[in-house]
């Protein structure tokens, strides 16, 4: 079943904060982070495991909420370059390690 | 590292041929490859997933006739599309899972650049 991500999209004035969400109604062994800019191939951000872990790259970061089967995606003083469109993509517990099912994405755009 | 390589990545055919996408992972070994369709502004769509010697596994609604793929080594997976129509029209975007204790040991999917496949 498709994670349901929030918001659907967001516009910030570079070095504003943002937080994206993503919550599936299943359990979760994993979610999974992507960026995609327009014509591109996703790229990926990190992963996150359960176990309620937190991880970061650089300005990014990330938890897992493992009980609530949520994800948050942080991103702090935002940069012209994080703009694009975010994808949660998890891994339900019980089924395949890597078959990801991805969110309908978040848009993120960063203006000067 | 963990670059993911995709062939061609325009291609422009005339309904009823087929078209055959390559996917290559370049510097890690992958023994699993996925291929998603994305519509515009649309999420990744998974079609199939294929594991290196063996057959792919479909998911539900999706042709395995029309959509043939080939896994043959741990670095090379194609998707042929046959007989394609317009409806077939789409981004077809490839990614690779390699092996416990590489680059990908704890599930994560490396995208190729994708493949626009235009059917007139």
């Known amino acids: 079943q498709q994670p349901v991500q929030s918001p659907q999209a967001v516009i910030l004035r570079e070095g504003e904060d943002a937080v994206i969400n993503c919550s599936s109604s299943?359990?979760?062994?994993?979610v999974h982070w992507y960026r995609q800019k327009h014509g591109e191939a996703p790229v990926f951000l990190m992963i996150l495991l359960k176990g309620g872990e937190q991880k970061g790259h650089e300005k990014i970061s990330a938890s897992f909420n493992e009980k609530k089967q949520q994800s948050s995606l942080y991103l702090t003083a935002s940069q012209l370059s994080y703009s694009g469109t975010y994808f949660c993509g998890t891994v339900n517990s019980g089924g395949s390690n890597y078959k990801l099912t991805f969110g309908k994405g978040t848009l993120l755009t960063v203006n000067p | 590292g963990a670059v993911v390589s995709q062939h061609p990545s325009r291609v422009i055919c005339k309904s009823g041929t087929s078209v055959k996408i390559e996917c290559r992972s370049l510097d890690f070994q992958a023994t699993t490859m996925f291929w998603y369709r994305q519509f515009p502004k649309k999420s990744l769509m998974l079609m199939a997933t294929?594991?290196?010697?063996?057959?792919?596994?479909?998911e539900q609604g999706v042709e395995k006739d029309k959509f043939l793929i080939n896994h043959a080594s741990l670095t090379l997976s194609t998707l042929t599309v046959t007989s394609a129509h317009p409806e077939d029209s789409s981004f077809y975007i490839c990614?690779?899972?390699?092996?416990?204790?590489?680059?990908?040991?704890?599930?994560?999917?490396?995208f190729g650049p994708g493949t626009r496949l235009t059917v007139l």
């Open positions: 299943k359990a979760l062994y994993s």
């Open positions: 990614s690779a899972s390699g092996l416990a204790g590489g680059p990908s040991s704890l599930g994560e999917q490396f």
């Open positions: 294929s594991n290196e010697g063996s057959k792919a596994t479909y």
